[in-house]
């Protein structure tokens, strides 16, 4: 449970980003994060080479990685890659403010979901929790983007979370899918609604 504990602080961290921007004035840019993040893909990404084909084998890993991570991307990189293509398609017309309610569904969202109840790589959370899950990111959402883009953006979240689809034998992590998905649903919600 400590190990549990402590990945979820580690996720929390995260929101450090977006609350970065949103209270960093005139030195957190947009471009700031895009360049902040851009530099933790390329650490992570070496990072995840040495551990995956060198057998860089810290201590930290065995405390912050699940079992099905250990041959394969660990969640923390996903996390870092899942932040930076939100952040990285404003580039190409995602609404700044979709990508910060997407990054928060991460941040905040996925570790509260997570301690109240995880599920492995082959099932699905419990009813309750992923319904906790909607109430919170739809929360986190909606000071940024319409009601309607925010419930789509917590509908998509929360089956993100929910449900951990196996792809050739790789684990599509919902540290990934979360922030993705949400911008996604949202972006539609923006558009269409």
């Not at 929390?12 to 471009?31: A, C, E, K, M, Q």
């Not at 201590?59 to 952040?87: F, K, S």
């Not at 009813?127 to 509908?155: E, K, S, Y």
């Amino acid at each position: 449970m400590a190990d549990e504990v402590a990945r979820r602080l580690v996720h929390v961290t995260g929101s450090t980003v977006p609350l970065g921007y949103l209270f960093g004035g005139d030195l957190v840019s947009w471009r700031v994060v895009q360049l902040f993040l851009a530099g933790a893909v390329v650490i992570v990404v070496a990072l995840e080479f040495l551990r995956l084909s060198v057998g860089l084998d810290w201590a930290v890993y065995d405390r912050l990685t699940r079992e099905y991570e250990q041959d394969n991307p660990a969640g923390y990189a996903l996390y870092i890659v899942g932040m930076a293509a939100v952040a990285g398609a404003v580039s190409v017309g995602l609404p700044t403010g979709v990508a910060v309610a997407a990054m928060f569904m991460l941040a905040i969202g996925d570790p509260i979901s997570g301690l109240l109840g995880s599920a492995d790589a082959s099932n699905v959370k419990q009813a309750w929790v992923l319904l906790v899950m909607f109430g919170v990111c739809t929360l986190l959402a909606a000071p940024f983007v319409p009601t309607a883009a925010a419930v789509l953006g917590g509908v998509a979240a929360t089956f993100a979370d929910g449900v951990k689809p196996t792809v050739a034998g790789y684990v599509v992590d919902d540290n990934f899918s979360i922030p993705v998905f949400g911008a996604a649903a949202m972006w539609v919600g923006v558009l269409v609604l």
